[in-house]
T-cell receptor, first 112, second 115 residues
Framework: KQEVTQIPAALSVPEGENLVLNCSFT??????LQWFRQDPGKGLTSLLL?????REQTSGRLNASLDKSSGRSTLYIAASQPGDSATYLC???????????FGGGTRLMVKP | GAVVSQHPSRVICKSGTSVKIECRSL??????MFWYRQFPKQSLMLMAT?????????EQGVEKDKFLINHASLTLSTLTVTSAHPEDSSFYIC???????????FGEGSRLTVL
């Protein structure tokens, strides 16, 4: 059974810092991996989708990498801003089905 | 990008009543939709997979008679919480897959409070 772990669970940084969020998964036979952002009491916003054949994806200040063999993905946020404060979730879709397995999330606080 | 609309965003009901939550894909057809549940400060847990025109597939531990899922069209899936109890109070989120190989798009979620 696929298990997804995110470290750290919570992170507080001053504005302007570059930061890395980590996601690890136990079964490397994945179809794709997706990073989401969730604001308190809100739904999910898809940030980046990485197919299993890809190594990274970039969107603006965000860069996500994928290393299937080691079961890891990282989300890099450059020049963090207070508006980046949210919970970031990674989710893995396995070959076995359509369901996503979510990590526990990283609660990010960027202080002005 | 693909848009998924969920309604209502908030609902408060009395214990014992039933509540229906709608999930619509606004600009694409979704043969498969998923329903998740999220307790405070926890991640999302898949409840069921909804396929258009067929019965939903429920995850282990999810009562199918309590959480009724209907996916009558390619753009609409509904989750009905029957005879709701306070322990059913949670944040329910649906998602839909636009096409094979693409990521999932999520609704805004529905916060259910059962008094």
């Amino acid at each position: 059974k696929q298990e997804v772990t995110q470290i750290p669970a919570a992170l507080s940084v001053p504005e302007g810092e570059n930061l890395v969020l980590n996601c690890s998964f136990t079964d490397s036979a994945i179809y794709n991996l997706q990073w989401f952002r969730q604001d308190p009491g809100k739904g999910l916003t898809s940030l980046l989708l990485i197919q299993s054949s890809q190594r990274e994806q970039t969107s603006g200040r965000l860069n996500a990498s994928l290393d299937k063999s080691s079961g890891r993905s990282t989300l890099y946020i450059a020049a963090s801003q207070p508006g980046d404060s949210a919970t970031y979730l990674c989710a893995v879709r396995t070959d076995a089905g359509n369901m996503l397995t979510f990590g526990g999330g990283t609660r990010l606080m960027v202080k002005p | 990008g693909a848009v998924v609309s969920q309604h209502p965003s908030r609902v408060i009901c009395k214990s014992g009543t039933s509540v229906k939550i709608e999930c619509r894909s606004l600009d694409f057809q979704a043969t498969t939709m998923f329903w998740y549940r999220q307790f405070p400060k926890q991640s999302l847990m898949l409840m069921a997979t909804s396929n258009e025109g067929s019965k939903a597939t429920y995850e282990q531990g999810v009562e199918k008679d309590k959480f009724l899922i209907n996916h009558a069209s390619l753009t609409l899936s509904t989750l009905t919480v029957t005879s709701a109890h306070p322990e059913d109070s949670s944040f329910y989120i649906c998602s839909a897959r636009a096409q094979t190989g693409q990521g999932l798009f999520f609704g805004e979620g529905s916060r259910l409070t059962v008094l």
